[in-house]
């Protein structure tokens, strides 16, 4: 009788851990435009996400990728996004920023010298091809 009252027990709390922590979401962002409404607009799919899957007690995880003209979203001194990235990095511990190395790397040989990301953006090698195995583990794909 101790035996199943101890597996009733575990039983339930295994079950209450796991409804107490929900189910985790993963999203990935995309953004390869320079264009402050589609920046905006990702930032705000971001906030949207976040906030729809917190108040159903889900948990989600967000990373949100920038190559191409889009890189320009963490470019240090040009972002036309900077003040909210640099906010959300603080508010949404959810959501990561990654920058497209490829694309870095062909910015700074066109314009000869030193072109600094800010300080929230992580550098992948490939944008796209971080994508692409953010969709192979699972990852949901969005396209503001």
Do not use: W
């Not at 949207?48 to 889009?70: C, F, H, M, Q, R």
Request: hydrophobic letters at 40%; a negative charge.
């Amino acid at each position: 009788m101790k035996t199943i009252l101890t597996a009733i027990l575990l039983f339930f709390t295994v079950n209450g851990v796991a409804l107490a922590e929900g189910v985790k979401h993963y999203v990935a962002i995309h953004v390869d435009q320079n264009d402050p409404k589609i920046m905006n607009l990702a930032l705000n799919n971001a906030v949207n996400v976040t906030e729809y899957y917190e108040s159903k007690g889900d948990i989600v995880e967000i990373e949100l990728v920038a190559y191409g003209p889009g890189l320009n979203m963490f470019v240090e001194g040009k972002s036309p996004v900077a003040n909210r990235i640099s906010v959300l990095s603080l508010q949404l511990e959810n959501l990561q920023f990654s920058a497209c190395g490829n694309t870095h790397r062909k910015m700074i040989e066109k314009t000869g010298g030193p072109v600094p990301l800010m300080s929230e953006a992580t550098v992948v090698p490939s944008g796209v091809v971080r994508l692409i195995e953010l969709q192979e583990q699972g990852y949901s794909y969005v396209r503001p």
